[in-house]
């Protein structure tokens, strides 16, 4: 999956309307669209057709759902970033962001037990 998955920032507060309201229908999109992004119906259908094309929605009868949720689109994300950006070194990625923000004690204790359960 190249560049074709990332979303603008447009996209991105559409795609969240989606996340929140699924399964909902593209009537329904539409209001909630004109209502939050003051989007006309034409707006609205051309970027779900858009975002339909990239595999992250469904619209089959009128109906709209996630082939991707939230989360798995952002896991995709993250993990481009770091292939892009650390030459796929997560030690890498995660030298450079504590370099400029220091981690809570939470934040270690919750990488701490991930990381142990991956030695499993």
Known sequence: MGDELRL???????????????????GELVKICESELKWKKST???????????GIFKNENGIVVSLLNKEEYYAIQSEKFV???????????????????????????SIKKMIDSYGK
């Open 83 to 109: 292939d892009e950006a650390f030459e796929g070194s997560f030690p890498a990625f995660v030298a450079a962001f504590t370099s400029r923000k220091e981690l809570t004690e939470e934040d270690i204790a």
């Open 8 to 26: 603008g920032s447009v996209e991105s507060r559409f795609a969240e309307i989606i996340w929140k309201n699924e399964p909902l229908g593209s």
């Open 44 to 54: 609205t259908y051309t970027v779900l057709k858009k975002l339909c094309e990239k």
